[in-house]
């Protein structure tokens, strides 16, 4: 730790560089989840995604996939990896001006950067439940009961559920339990989705999160394989639903990033 100490008009002061450093973060944190201050940022961030989308070259694969099970009245939860975030609201938002009576949920944390997801999500009209860390806490993981039944109420309704299966912190793509489960009791459909852009910025983040730029060639693919989760699964067979699908949603941002040359 560095103690350094400060000289002010000649005289040394007791106040220490750490409590400086500290002090910075508390205020910029304070402003940060200040509510006001976040739902500039959330409108800021949406009219940055409309811009990439109508700036940029689109193809969206399989779309039907998912609107065949919207139009059945059947749930999903549509998967895709954390990294590959950005550009899915805008795609939610486009199957609603199709289907506008149909609900789409999405997840995301109660920290202060999950609660400015939750706000961008609601600002393309879907859902936004907070809940995939208990009390807002880092050190935390899992869904917290009341936010769980949410979730599987609304999927019992004939909602969908977007969900990144290795959120809110990692590890990188890889499947947390939380998803299986709900399919699990909520006997909604798993399917992986992705996408990629020709012109990104890569951040130095645990998950390596994409952020794409204006004028990119843009590409969107819906899997074809629907994954229903057994209700009397074992423990062993639900690890096996895990890798398969951390297998589809690979699968689908490998044809993503193919799909770009």
């Known amino acids: 730790m560095n103690n350094k100490k400060f000289r002010i008009a000649g005289y040394q002061t007791n106040i220490e560089w750490y409590d400086i450093k500290t002090k910075f973060k508390q205020l910029t944190r304070k402003i940060f989840y200040h509510y006001l201050i976040q739902e500039i940022l959330a409108y800021l961030i949406k009219y940055y995604i409309k811009l990439v989308f109508v700036t940029s070259k689109k193809n969206i694969f399989n779309l039907e996939n998912i609107e065949q099970a919207i139009a ?3 749930p999903l939860i549509i998967t895709f990896w954390h990294n590959r975030l950005v550009m899915i609201p805008q795609m939610a938002y486009h199957l609603k001006t199709k289907f506008p ?5 999405t997840l995301a944390s109660k920290h202060g950067d999950g609660r400015i997801v939750g706000r961008v999500m609601e600002k393309f009209n879907l859902i936004s439940i907070l809940g995939s860390t208990k009390e807002g806490r880092k050190s935390s993981r899992g869904i917290d009961f009341a936010s769980m039944r949410k979730i599987i109420e609304g999927l019992r309704q004939g909602y969908s559920l977007g969900i990144t299966p290795d959120g809110p912190r990692g590890p990188n793509q890889q499947i947390n339990g939380d998803v299986i489960n709900i399919a699990k009791i909520s006997q909604a459909r798993l399917i992986a989705v992705s996408y990629s852009s020709s012109r990104f910025i890569t951040f130095n983040s645990w998950d390596r999160f994409k952020l794409p730029l204006p004028f990119s ?18 423990q062993l067979q639900l690890e096996k639903y895990q890798e398969l699908l951390k297998n589809r949603l690979n699968h689908c941002q490998l044809i993503c990033d193919n799909l770009q040359f």
Do not use: H, P, R
Not at 101 to 105: P, R
Not at 228 to 233: D, P, Y
């Open 217 to 234: 060639k843009l590409i969107f693919y819906v899997d074809s394989q629907l994954i229903l989760v057994e209700k009397k699964s074992d």
């Open 101 to 105: 009576d149909y609900n789409f949920m």
């Open 72 to 74: 059945s009245k059947n």
